[in-house]
């Protein structure tokens, strides 16, 4: 009897655990909204899209489209993901935790906040901050994705940056601003030459004092007058090239900050201005630096102290007489500038690790460096000449090469993205 009984509970057991195997697949399959390769779409991860989008628009008061589109937009927007995620995988592509969490920073630094601070206000908005830190480890995998598939296709050449740089928005990207303040000497029409001149005269002669440092242009606009005639004053704030009134076009671009014009005459009488600052355009002056230098790195034969003593050995030899460029192709484990003797050309404040900057600031030219040590190992540095050089060009042909990649980009990412969404296996269910 007991016999039976046990049998009897053990296929009532199996029977429930099949039974509940068959439901609980059922409802996964349920689940399912759509396979994509070897990835699937499920309906909680479509809602859960849906929800966060139309939470960021509530808060931003963004109109979105009726529900049945929004909910379709986003499934094709989930597929296309799952596709570049899958070829992430492949690739091996990987997002550490420490980079997700910088860019977190970045991300709440740019919105004015620390991250626990993000971290609050996305729950208060009713956004989970774990889910919302994944989604963003999604996007940094499909940016590589996307960069390492198109970037390789993508040619600037120096032809389209002129091109660029000459056209109407390159002029606007390029042709600075100007803060300025305007001192006005009213000249009646009914005035005399002599009157004219008088007061032309009076206007040099302010111009002359404010260059001088003899008054300054807050007590001559706070005052009303000078030499007894009233002024009319004022702060015409920051303007484009392209927003100058354009009797002062002729002038302005050729002040230094705190320096004031000639009189300039109109109809209204003579105007002085006076050019409180300036930002962007040309005229963007660095201290550049020549120089060259010799890198012995550790190794597994070699110890730090044998590379630090074989760094001194060399800068003996450069000292003694011999070239320093000849020892750099000998010796120097820079694959950048071995080749060119250590060369590293003319560069800008900024462009290498601190440690470098600084030894090279305290060189005077022709002058050979006791070795230090950076990140890289031990290097010796000769610092060969300085000089001030205009690096605005050279930024603007930056920024324009920079705009002209991302149009193309953005233009072969859409070709790209339908291209993969065909030739990938996707099933609705």
Known sequence: MKKTLFKTSVSIFFALACSFSVWAETQILDNVIAIVDSDII?????????????????KQQSRLPPADMLRQQVLDRLIVESI?????????????????????????????????????????DGMSYSDTREQIRREMIINQVQQGNLNHRIQVTDQEVENYLASVDGKELSGGQYHLAHILFSLPSSASEKQANHLQDTAQELSRQLNAGKIDFTSVSENGQFAGIELQTSDLGWRKSKDIPSIFTGYAPRLKPGEVSTPIRSASGFHLIQLIDKRGGSGQIVEQTHARHILIKPSKIRSESQAQELAAELRSRALEGEE???????????????????????????????????????????????????????????????????????????IARNKIHQRKFNEELQSWLVKIRDEAFVEFK
Not at 45 to 56: M, P
Not at 109 to 117: C, F, Q, R, S, V
């Open 42 to 58: 499920s309906k909680s991860g479509l809602d859960a899209r849906v929800q966060q989008i139309q939470t960021s628009a509530k």
């Open 84 to 124: 570049q995620m899958q070829m992430g995988e492949r690739a091996g592509v990987r997002i550490s935790d420490a980079a997700l969490t910088e860019t977190m920073e970045n991300i709440a630094d740019n919105n004015g906040m620390t991250l626990t601070e993000f971290k609050r206000t996305l729950e208060a």
């Open 324 to 398: 320093f460029a000849e020892l750099a192709k000998l010796y120097s484990e820079d694959p950048g500038s071995t080749l060119q003797g250590g060369d590293l050309g003319w560069s800008s404040p900024g462009q290498f690790v601190p440690i470098f900057e600084q030894t090279m600031a305290t060189l005077k030219e022709n002058e050979i460096s006791e070795p230090f040590k950076s990140q890289f190992g031990w290097h010796i540095l000769q610092v060969l000449e300085r000089r001030q050089h205009d690096v605005s060009m050279m930024r603007w042909q930056n």
